[in-house]
C-alpha cells in the first residue's frame, strides 16, 4: 500500500502536490518523496519518515514547478531508507516515476537492464520500471510509444505516475491492479491514488480501469487502453461523498477492514525469517529471567505468550505491563526484557525498555512500523509487518504479535527438548492452514456474529471468561469490547469465579465464555464448570465454542457454534470473533468505532 | 454517472398489493419505496436515470414522471416480454452510451445512501463493485466470500447449509460498460455473468451496514416501515395542519400538508399521516403507523404497527394492527383486524405457494386495493383480501314488523 498523486498545472503547483500527498499518507508513512519538473530539469527530494518529517528535512515545499509526483510509501520490496524511497529516476535523471504495487518479475528485468550497462541505486522493484522506460524511449523517441512498451512487459501489479523533461507539462499514468483516478481541475489536473489526494480542489473524478494509461496536461486529458491503444472515452464523476469513505476500501470501518485483514496478517507473521525467531529464541534461552512486556492490548499479547512459553519451552516469561514494569520487575544483567508495540512509540514501552537497557539487560522487540523508536532502541527488532493499522483499536496488530510469540515459543521449546518434533510440527501446520481458516470464519460467521450482538445489546456489563491461555483471550477480548462499546467489561479466569467474583452474578451481568476445544480437555471441562456455576445463579451463559461440543451446546443460553480448527490456533479464532462481536455491538450501539472517545492511536504521552 | 433500476417484476409474493401497482411503488413510511433509491440516487450525483418497467408501469411513470422533482431525468425503458434481469439490463445498452453504470433493484429499501459506499469503491478499484450487506436469512440471496481487499472470491448461489451466515449482494452495483457484454456471452443470465466476474477477481464489495431489507412478503412491508421510522428523530409537521382541542402529540410524528387531526386524538411516534388526510375525533395512532395520502380514519379507530396505501376510508371504532391496508379501501364502522393467537404462536399466512410461516407473533390484515369490508366484520390474523372483494356488513337484526 502507497500513496501517489500527480499534479499537473499552469501555475506552480508544488502547494497542491504537497497537499495532496498529505491526504494520501494514511496509505504509508515510512518514507515520502517528491519530483518536480522546473527549469527544464527534474528536481527529486525524498527521504525517510512522514511527509511532514521529510518536508523538515528536505523543505518539499520550497521546491518549484508546475508539474510534478510524489509519493508516501509502506515498505514491500527493499528496507525503509533514503535511496529506496520513491521517486526514482533513470541515471540522466529525464525520467521521475513513482509507484504503488508489486511487479512479480523485476529479478530477470534487473538482471536484463544490469548486463545493459544500467547501474541501480535502491533495492526496489520500482526502479526497474524507470530503467526500462529509459531504455524504450532511447529506442524509440516518442515517450507515450516507450511509456507503453516498459509497461507491457511488466507482471504484477502497479498504479504509477511519471514526469519527463521531454515533456515538461505531462503526466503519466497507468493502472494495473492498484488504483488510479483522475482529478480535473481548472487549476490544475491529478492522477493519483484515491480520490482524497484532490477532493479539496476538485470533485471531478475520472475513474481509470485495469489496463489503461493516461496522458495528462494542465488543459487536457486521454485515456487509452495499454494493450492496443484504442481511446476511451469516459465522462468524469462528481463526487458527493467525503474523504473518509474512500479510505476504507470498501468497509464500513477501519476496524472490520483490519479484522478481515487478518488473513493476511497471519500470513505475513508466518513469513517473519526464521532467523529472526530463533535468534528470539536463543536470547530466551540464553537469559536468567526473560519479560515479556506491553501495554493495555500487548500487555494481554504479552499473557497470551506467557501461557505459550509455559506451555510449549517450559520457560516462565511473566507478561509485566509497562507502566508498571519499573516498579514489578527485577531486572539486571543477563536478563532479557522482550517490548512488544504496534507503533514503537509508546511511551511507556520505550521507558521501561529504557530502563530495563540501564540496568543492564538485553532488550528485544516486536513492532509493526520500521525505524520506530523502539526498533532503534532495542537490541533485537521483530518487525511484524502488518500494514499500517489505522483504527485506534488494536486487531490485526495484537493477532500477528501472538502469532510471532507462538512461533518463538515453538522454536524455544525444541531448544530446551520440552517440546516434541511431532507436537512443533503439528503447530506449524496449524497456523499453516490458519489463514484460510480464518479467511472462510469471517465470511461464514459475520452475519451470525451480528444477530448475537444486537440480541445480547441490552447488557450494559460483562464478564469474559476462560481458562489457560483463553483467559488471556478473554480479557484481551475484554479491552476491545470496552474500548469500542464503552460497555463496562471484565476479563477474568474462569477460575476466579467462586473466589468472590460469583457474588456479581445475575440475570443482568452478560457472562461470555471462550470455550476451548474438546480436544483441551482439561481446560475445556474447566470452563464448562464455570458455565454451571454462572447458570445456576440465573446468570445468562453466553459462549463460543467448537462444532460437537455438545456439552456447551447445552449449557449455552445463547452463543456462536465455531467451525472446527486444530487445538493451537482454537484460541486466535476465538479472539477474532470477539473482535468481531465488539464490532457488532458497537455499531448497533451508534459508537464511533475507529476513533472511541477518549482514546489514541499511540500513546505516546505518560 | 447513469443508473439503471429494475422495476419490471410482477412481485407476485406481495399480492395482493402488487395486483394493482408495481412493487416499488408499495409505500413505506409514507414515501413509494423507490423514492428512497431516487433520493439517494440523487444524492450521490446521478443526474440520469432509466428505470425498466413492465407489470404497472404507469403506476411508477404517473408518480414520478420524469424526475425534475428529485433533480433527475428519469427515462422509462418498457420491458416486453418480461424476459429476466439480464435482459432488461440490456435493453438499456443504448442509453447508456459505454459508460459504467450504477444497477439497482427496486424492491431493495436502504435506510441512508448506500450508493456513495459503492462510487467510493469504484473510484478505488476502477471495476464492478457489489453493495454487500448482511441480512437476517440468507436463503434467498446466496453467499458471498470476500478477501481482505473487499474482492468477492467465491459466490454461493442457493446456500443449503444453514451453518453459514454471510455477507450477501444488497442489490446495488455499480457496473462497467463491459457488463453488457459479459451479459451477452452468458445468454443474459445475471448469476452466471457475476460468477464470470468473481472468476476473474474482478468484482469487489462495498459493505453497507446501514438498514436494509428485501421486500418480499406482505409482512416485510411492515419491517421495512419499521426500519424507516426507526431511525427518525424529530417530529415533522407541516404549517398547515390544524390540531384541533386537546390532540395530543408525541415523538417522532411526521404529519403532511393540510391534515386535520380531531379533538382528543392521541399520535404516538414514530408514525407518519400523508396530505390531505382526516383523522377523526379520539383517535390512538400508535408507533410504525403510516397512512398514505387522503387516508380517512372514523372516530375512536386504534391504529398500531400498520401501512395504509392512500385514500381510504376506516369506519370509526375500528382496530387495526400489524396490517396493510391498500388504496381505496372501505372499511365499516367497528372492523377489526385480529393480529395475534392466545397461545401466543406464530401467526401463519396463505399464499399461493401454500402456508408460510410470516415470523411474527402478532400480524393482521393485508388488504388489496379497491376492497369494502363490511361494518363490524372481525379479520383473522394473517388474513389476505383480494383486490376488489366486498364483503357484506354483519347484520344481526334485520326489520322487526
Redesign the interface.
Known amino acids: 500500500m502507497c500513496g501517489i498523486s500527480a499534479v499537473t498545472s499552469r501555475s506552480d503547483a508544488v502547494q497542491m502536490l504537497f497537499e495532496s500527498i498529505k491526504s494520501l499518507e494514511y496509505r504509508g508513512y515510512d518514507s515520502c518523496g517528491v519530483a518536480m519538473v522546473s527549469g527544464g530539469e527534474i528536481a527529486v527530494r525524498k527521504n525517510v519518515g512522514g511527509v511532514d518529517e521529510v518536508n523538515a528535512r528536505e523543505h518539499l515545499t520550497h521546491m518549484t514547478g508546475t508539474t510534478g509526483v510524489a509519493h508516501t510509501r509502506w515498505a514491500t520490496h527493499g528496507g525503509v531508507t533514503q535511496a529506496n524511497a520513491h521517486p526514482h529516476s533513470t541515471t540522466d535523471g529525464s525520467f521521475s516515476l513513482v509507484h504503488n504495487g508489486i511487479i512479480n518479475n523485476y529479478g530477470e528485468l534487473k538482471e536484463e537492464l544490469t548486463a545493459k550497462g544500467v547501474r541501480f541505486l535502491s533495492e526496489t522493484d520500482t526502479e526497474v520500471i524507470v530503467h526500462l522506460i529509459g531504455m524504450a524511449y532511447a529506442e524509440f523517441g516518442d515517450v507515450e510509444a516507450a511509456f507503453i512498451a516498459a509497461l507491457r512487459r511488466l507482471e504484477g501489479t502497479y498504479g504509477l505516475v511519471m514526469v519527463t523533461r521531454h515533456a515538461p507539462d505531462t503526466v503519466y499514468g497507468a493502472?494495473q491492479g492498484s488504483?488510479?483516478?483522475l482529478g480535473l481541475s481548472e487549476r490544475g489536473n491529478f492522477v493519483a491514488s484515491?480520490?482524497n489526494a484532490f477532493l479539496p480542489f476538485t470533485r471531478d473524478?475520472l475513474?481509470?480501469?485495469?489496463g489503461e494509461y493516461a496522458v495528462v496536461t494542465p488543459t487536457s486529458h486521454r485515456i487509452a487502453r495499454l494493450a492496443d491503444r484504442q481511446p476511451v472515452?469516459?465522462?468524469p464523476?462528481?463526487?458527493?461523498?467525503d474523504a473518509e469513505?474512500?479510505r476504507k476500501?470498501?468497509?464500513?470501518h477501519y476496524m472490520?477492514?483490519e479484522v478481515?485483514?487478518?488473513?493476511?496478517t497471519v500470513q505475513n507473521a508466518l513469513n517473519v525469517p526464521q532467523a529472526h525467531v530463533e535468534r528470539l529464541a536463543d536470547s530466551i534461552r540464553a537469559s536468567h529471567q526473560t519479560y515479556l512486556m506491553g501495554v493495555g492490548t500487548t500487555h494481554y499479547v504479552a499473557l497470551t505468550g506467557q501461557y505459550l512459553f509455559s506451555k510449549l519451552a517450559g520457560r516462565y516469561c511473566p507478561a509485566v505491563s509497562s507502566d508498571e514494569f519499573r516498579e514489578l520487575a527485577m531486572v539486571g544483567p543477563g536478563d532479557l526484557v522482550v517490548a512488544i508495540s504496534q507503533s514503537g512509540e509508546t511511551y511507556d514501552t520505550l521507558r521501561s525498555t529504557q530502563f530495563a537497557k540501564e540496568k543492564g539487560a538485553e532488550t528485544a522487540c516486536i513492532v509493526n512500523v520500521m525505524g520506530s523508536s523502539l526498533s532503534l532502541s532495542a537490541g533485537q527488532v521483530i518487525l511484524q509487518a502488518s500494514g499500517p493499522e489505522i483504527c485506534v483499536v488494536s486487531t490485526k496488530a495484537a493477532l500477528a504479535q501472538m502469532i510471532i510469540l507462538h512461533r518463538v515459543a515453538l522454536a524455544l521449546g525444541l531448544k530446551t527438548g520440552r517440546l516434541e518434533r511431532a507436537t512443533h510440527d503439528a503447530h506449524y501446520a496449524a497456523l499453516k492452514g490458519f489463514p484460510a481458516q480464518v479467511?472462510?470464519a469471517l465470511?461464514?460467521?459475520?452475519?451470525?456474529v451480528?444477530?448475537l450482538a444486537e440480541r445480547t445489546v441490552h447488557f450494559k456489563n460483562w464478564l469474559l471468561l476462560g481458562c489457560g491461555i483463553y483467559q488471556a483471550i478473554a480479557q484481551e477480548a475484554s479491552l476491545k469490547l470496552k474500548e469500542v462499546t464503552y460497555l463496562h467489561s471484565e476479563g477474568i479466569p474462569a477460575g476466579f469465579l467462586k473466589h468472590g467474583t460469583l457474588a456479581m452474578v445475575d440475570e443482568r451481568l452478560g457472562c461470555l465464555f471462550f470455550v476451548p476445544p474438546r480436544a483441551d480437555a482439561s481446560l475445556h471441562d474447566d470452563t464448562l464448570n464455570a458455565m454451571q456455576i454462572v447458570k445456576a445463579r440465573g446468570g445468562p451463559v453466553i459462549g463460543w465454542y467448537f462444532e460437537g461440543d455438545t456439552g456447551a451446546a447445552k449449557l449455552v443460553d445463547d452463543g456462536l457454534?465455531l467451525?472446527q480448527v486444530p487445538a493451537p490456533v482454537a484460541p486466535y479464532l476465538e479472539l477474532i470473533l470477539a473482535q468481531l462481536f465488539s464490532y457488532f455491538t458497537a455499531?448497533k450501539l451508534g459508537r464511533a468505532i475507529d476513533k472511541p472517545r477518549n482514546l489514541a492511536k499511540s500513546v505516546t504521552v505518560p | 454517472m447513469k443508473a439503471v433500476i429494475l422495476a419490471a417484476g410482477r412481485s407476485e409474493r406481495l399480492k395482493p398489493f402488487t395486483e394493482t401497482r408495481a412493487k416499488p411503488m408499495i409505500r413505506v413510511a409514507g414515501q413509494p419505496m423507490l423514492e428512497y433509491s431516487l433520493r439517494g440516487l440523487a444524492a450521490a450525483g446521478v443526474t440520469d436515470v432509466l428505470i425498466v418497467v413492465h407489470h404497472k408501469g404507469e403506476t411508477i411513470s404517473s408518480h414520478f414522471e420524469h424526475g425534475a422533482r428529485f433533480g433527475l431525468s428519469i427515462e422509462y425503458i418498457r420491458q416486453d416480454p418480461l424476459d429476466g434481469i439480464g435482459a432488461a439490463v440490456r435493453r438499456c445498452e443504448k442509453q447508456l452510451g459505454g459508460d459504467p453504470f450504477l444497477l439497482v433493484y427496486g424492491d431493495v429499501l436502504a435506510t441512508g445512501n448506500p450508493f456513495k459506499n459503492v462510487l467510493g469503491q469504484y473510484t478505488e478499484t476502477g471495476g464492478a463493485v457489489a453493495a454487500l450487506s448482511l441480512p437476517t436469512s440468507s436463503a434467498e440471496f446466496g453467499n458471498v466470500y470476500v478477501d481482505h481487499d473487499m474482492r468477492i472470491t467465491r459466490l454461493v448461489e442457493k446456500p443449503t447449509n444453514p451453518q453459514v451466515s454471510n455477507y450477501v449482494f444488497a442489490g446495488f452495483y455499480c457496473l462497467p460498460a463491459s457488463f453488457l457484454g459479459l451479459l451477452a456471452e452468458v445468454r443474459n443470465d445475471m448469476v452466471q455473468a457475476f460468477q464470470r466476474l468473481v472468476q476473474q477477481g474482478a468484482l469487489y464489495g462495498s459493505l453497507w451496514d446501514g438498514g436494509w431489507i428485501d421486500i418480499t412478503r406482505p409482512w416485510q412491508i411492515l419491517d421495512a416501515n419499521r426500519l424507516v421510522m426507526e431511525a427518525w428523530e424529530r417530529a415533522e409537521i407541516h404549517t398547515s395542519v390544524k390540531l384541533e382541542g386537546n390532540a395530543h402529540i408525541e415523538g417522532a410524528v411526521h404529519i403532511e400538508e393540510n391534515v386535520r387531526i380531531g379533538a382528543g386524538s392521541i399520535l404516538k411516534g414514530p408514525c407518519y399521516i400523508g396530505r390531505d388526510s382526516y383523522i377523526g375525533n379520539n383517535t390512538l395512532i400508535r408507533e410504525f403507523t403510516a397512512l398514505g395520502p387522503e387516508s380517512i380514519v372514523g372516530y375512536g379507530t386504534e391504529l398500531k404497527n400498520c401501512v395504509l396505501l392512500g385514500r381510504s376510508i376506516l369506519g370509526r371504532l375500528s382496530y387495526i394492527g400489524d396490517s396493510v391496508i391498500g388504496e381505496r379501501v372501505h372499511l365499516g364502522t367497528g372492523v377489526t383486524t385480529v393480529n395475534h393467537f392466545d397461545d401466543g404462536r406464530l401467526v401463519p399466512f396463505e399464499s399461493e405457494e401454500g402456508v408460510l410461516s410470516s415470523g411474527h407473533a402478532k400480524l393482521g390484515a393485508f388488504i388489496g386495493d379497491d376492497v369494502v369490508i363490511g361494518a363490524r366484520n372481525v379479520l383473522a390474523p394473517g388474513t389476505r383480501v383480494r383486490a376488489g372483494t366486498r364483503v357484506e356488513d354483519l347484520i344481526s337484526v334485520r326489520t322487526i314488523l
Do not use: H
Open positions: 493502472r488504483p488510479l483516478v484515491d480520490v473524478a475513474v481509470l480501469e485495469d472515452t469516459r465522462k464523476l462528481r463526487i458527493q461523498w469513505t474512500s476500501g470498501g468497509y464500513s472490520l477492514k478481515f485483514d487478518q488473513p493476511q479467511q472462510t465470511n461464514e460467521q459475520s452475519g451470525f451480528r444477530n457454534r467451525p455499531l
